[in-house]
């Protein structure tokens, strides 16, 4: 998995995040880790309702190729709110199984 696909797979959990769409985002990593009432309660400590990241964040996603694991990244983005980058991050595990995308949300956590 290359740069644009940890970023597409950024983007999408991102925007899952911001339309509070946890319900999708739970289905979307099987259920791994957290589920879609610990990522609402975790987005809101944000105080805020989230937003989309500005658009040159993407080019530095913070992602990192986990070690004896070919293929997997842990990825850590930044969340955003109206008055700017919160203290809130998402931290996935990224990897491919049959050549799809399988994404496990690792946690919601403040900075």
Request: charged share 30%; hydrophobic share 40%.
């Given at each position: 998995?290359?740069?644009?696909?940890?970023?597409?797979?950024?983007r999408?959990?991102?925007?899952?995040?911001?339309?509070?769409?946890?319900?999708?985002?739970?289905?979307a990593?099987?259920?791994?880790?957290?589920?879609?009432?610990?990522?609402?309660?975790a987005?809101?400590?944000a105080g805020?309702?989230l937003?989309?990241?500005?658009?040159?964040?993407?080019?530095?996603?913070?992602?990192?190729?986990?070690?004896?694991?070919?293929?997997?990244?842990?990825?850590?983005?930044?969340?955003?709110?109206?008055?700017?980058?919160?203290?809130?991050?998402?931290e996935?595990?990224?990897?491919?199984?049959?050549?799809?995308?399988?994404?496990?949300v690792?946690?919601?956590?403040?900075?």
């Amino acid at each position: 998995m290359g740069p644009d696909e940890l970023r597409l797979v950024a983007r999408h959990v991102t925007r899952l995040l911001v339309k509070r769409r946890f319900d999708e985002l739970e289905e979307a990593s099987n259920g791994v880790r957290l589920s879609a009432s610990e990522m609402e309660e975790a987005v809101e400590d944000a105080g805020r309702p989230l937003v989309m990241p500005p658009e040159p964040s993407w080019n530095t996603i913070n992602a990192t190729a986990i070690r004896n694991w070919p293929g997997a990244y842990s990825v850590k983005i930044d969340l955003w709110t109206s008055i700017g980058r919160s203290d809130l991050f998402v931290e996935l595990t990224v990897h491919t199984k049959n050549g799809k995308p399988v994404i496990e949300v690792d946690d919601i956590g403040v900075r």
